[in-house]
């Protein structure tokens, strides 16, 4: 849009910001520092993520393997406080792990902008955010004693 045609409607304003990028960074200021530091957050993959073994051919890789571990993976994917985010435990069982990674940032990405999630029905408002892979809600499908009602509302 030209500053000609510029006007207060289209106003846009970032107020609150949080992260939670892979290496032990719990916010905007840890990571500053970190990348201030040159610290290398990409790291070897955790054992219990997936099949090393089974997906990894470190000499030459077939269709469906790689030849790394490595990569940046977030830390403790367990600890998500579902309570606070006003998620039943077995809702937030069934939640892909990048759903319950992102509501605690964005919960303190307001935080941040000394705003309350109250403040915020019926205003204009908007939140942006990007995921990009669903292979949790495959794996989960493949054993069937683990469907239950909340499979569907974050898997």
């Known amino acids: 849009m030209s500053r000609a045609h510029w006007n207060e409607d289209h106003a846009v304003a970032l107020v609150g910001v949080a992260c939670r990028p892979p290496g032990g960074i719990d916010g905007p200021d840890a990571l500053w520092q970190a990348l201030v530091d040159g610290r290398d957050l990409v790291g070897e993959a955790p054992s219990d993520r997936f099949d090393l073994e089974r997906f990894t051919d470190r000499e030459l890789p077939r269709p469906g393997e790689g030849c790394t571990t490595a990569g940046g993976y977030p830390d403790d994917l367990a600890s998500f406080d579902a309570a606070h985010s006003g998620i039943s435990p077995m809702e937030a069982g069934q939640m892909d792990p990048q759903h319950r990674l992102l509501l605690e940032p964005a ?49």
């Open 107 to 155: 919960a303190e990405a307001l935080d941040d902008a000394g705003l309350a999630r109250e403040s915020l029905a019926g205003s204009d408002t908007a939140v942006f955010v990007g995921i990009s892979d669903n292979a949790y809600g495959g794996l989960r499908m493949m054993d069937p004693r683990g469907i239950d009602a909340y499979m569907m509302s974050g898997g």
